[in-house]
């Protein structure tokens, strides 16, 4: 009977230990080989496991253009699309001995079909990719917090996260909403998996996305659990998944805090580390963004212990997969009704449309002079610095790239609405500091994880590399140098949660007004009046240090965006 029991049990597979409930093997339901070893009670002396890793899809179902930095100049390869990226990896995962595949955030925001069914149509998707473990990043949240639970708790494979509890107001921090950490066993060894979302997430993102949750610092609690992992639960590898970014996740690995961390599986920067960034503590790596990247962690164990790792970061290049038939049917079965709109040209543009410059940008220039055709009379317009939205460099039988409503919601998710008000010149400067430490600040706890602020009307020269508050050397608005006492209009897009006087997190806003327009609303309106656009940038920000094709905010490391 006991040995019945044991043979039963063992045959259940992975320990959520987060839980402490023994759950099913998280490679039961797929369809490849060698997912997830059995319990086992002795340690095999010699073997290999392999860990996959995608992070930032951001919906992206379909190939799609990417961008490649080769030899200093830009080059385009059709990359991803789920159902690609499905046999890539079955493939990947045919060839290993155990492996274990998971995804570290940002699954439910970034294209029309995610907006249209509020993140709903990506389930049967990922369930069908038959991932082992889930992070929710930063972008989890966009629905709010009840849809992001329903959502997270419709994936198959279990959840992570030490970071993020429930909020019971008046201060009061309640549980975590999803289990801390999971244990994965395989031929008599644990393998810890220890999650965490980037904790800036009130400020980065609109503040009622995340209301009702509070989030913190990693370092408050990542101790605690290593040593749980480590020497209670006996786990030969702790892997930290985290979504906090690349700068951040570097500075983990050198915070003593991070003692006994083996590697940082890494994510929400869309960064693409080629070769592990060695911390004090743990190395660090990141698998690039849109399904157009698989992370493979290698491991060789000798009697239970790791006496080797190598790591690679595997290009998904589309034109080179067959495509995988159970993925694409589930993506026809759920696109089927909004495909028509999603596909509908509402523009072209002459140039390549692309968001991967720290500085400036073909989509972001689009989007401020859609503005700025809008509103003609508003001094400085103003976009966020964000880095999602895979390239558009394909043209049709015009000779333009075509722009349709789907390629609008990849720039845009959120059609949010246009917001305009008066501010001095002084607000401006600080503003610019603050904004640009966001992104380049020294102490890396202090990095938003976007790019640089998107302005047309204002001219800044500044040093990226400079020291907090100081980096800012000229300001021009209409061709003038910066007048701190003189009142500028502005314009940009409203967050949902800020306050009536907040602008582009600029506060204490003059004659602030919600006009009777969207972003959406916006682009359509100058991409019917002007197309083809070439919006190439102007120049409007420039570093004094650094070039205008600056790849990644990580300095001081080895590594390069390519």
């Known amino acids: 009977m006991k040995k019945s029991r044991r043979s039963f049990i063992a045959k259940l597979g992975a320990l959520s230990a987060g839980t402490g409930l023994i759950s099913l093997a998280p490679g039961c339901a797929s369809d490849s080989k060698n997912q997830t070893a059995e319990l086992d009670d002795t340690i095999k002396e010699n073997f290999k496991l392999t860990i996959f890793q995608t992070t930032d899809v951001h919906c992206q179902i379909h190939p799609h253009d990417e961008l490649y930095w080769e030899n200093g100049e830009s080059i385009f390869k059709k990359a991803g699309g789920y159902a690609n990226l499905h046999t890539f990896i079955q493939q990947e995962r045919a060839k290993a001995e155990n492996s274990f595949l998971i995804d570290t955030g940002d699954m439910f925001q970034g294209s029309m079909l995610s907006v249209k069914t509020e993140g709903k149509a990506m389930v049967p998707i990922l369930n069908g990719m038959s991932y082992d473990l889930y992070l929710p990043g930063n972008w989890e949240v966009v629905y709010y917090k009840n849809a992001m639970q329903d959502l997270m708790g419709s994936l198959n494979a279990p959840k992570v996260c030490a970071n993020m509890y429930h909020d019971l107001g008046n201060g009061q921090r309640g549980e975590l909403i999803f289990p801390p ?15 965490y979302n980037d904790h800036l997430v009130p400020n980065r993102q609109s503040p009622n996305y995340s209301e009702g949750i509070i989030f913190t610092k990693p370092e408050d609690n990542v101790a605690h659990y290593v040593d749980v992992l480590k020497n209670q639960e006996k786990c030969a590898f702790v892997a930290i998944v985290s979504h906090i970014g690349l700068s951040q996740e570097i500075a983990l690995a050198n915070n003593s805090a991070a003692e006994g961390v083996d590697y940082i599986l890494g994510a929400d920067t869309h960064e693409r580390v080629r070769k592990p960034i060695q911390g004090k503590y743990a190395k660090v790596v990141q698998p690039g963004a849109f399904g157009s990247f698989l992370g493979k962690l290698e ?74 055709w809008n509103m003609p009379d508003i001094d400085i317009v103003l976009s966020n610095g964000f880095r999602f939205c895979p390239p558009n460099a394909t043209p049709d039988q015009t000779g333009n790239i075509p722009i349709t409503r789907g390629n609008v919601y990849d720039m845009l998710p959120v059609d949010s609405i246009v917001r305009t008000g008066k501010v001095t010149g002084l607000q401006l400067m600080n503003w610019l500091e603050k904004e640009l430490n966001n992104v380049f600040a020294e102490d890396a706890s202090k990095r938003f994880g976007g790019w640089v602020i998107k302005f047309k009307g204002m001219e800044v020269e500044f040093n990226a590399f400079g020291n907090e508050g100081e980096r800012v050397k000229s300001v021009k608005v209409a061709g003038q140098p910066l007048d701190l006492n003189k009142l500028y209009s502005i314009s ?10 907040v602008v582009c997190r600029m506060n204490n806003v003059k004659d602030v007004v919600n006009k009777d327009l969207t972003l959406h609303q916006v682009m359509q309106s100058y991409l019917a009046n002007n197309s083809p656009v070439t919006p190439t940038p102007k120049g409007a920000a420039k570093a004094l240090d650094a070039p205008a094709t600056l790849l990644t905010q990580v300095s001081g490391v080895d590594y390069n965006f390519r």
């Open 492 to 501: 940009a897009c409203e967050r949902d949660g800020d306050p009536a006087d």
């Open 181 to 195: 950490y999971y244990i994965w066993r395989v031929n008599g060894v644990k393998i810890g998996f220890l999650g």
């Open 299 to 372: 491991l060789t164990f000798e009697k239970g212990k790791v006496v080797a790792d190598s790591y690679e970061l595997m290009d998904v290049l589309s034109d080179e997969i067959k495509a995988s038939e159970k993925i694409e049917k589930i993506i026809e079965t759920v696109e089927a009704p909004f495909k028509a709109d999603i596909e509908t040209v509402i523009g072209y543009s002459t140039i390549p449309l692309y968001r991967y410059f720290v500085i400036e940008n073909p989509i972001d220039q689009m989007v401020l002079d859609a503005l700025e």
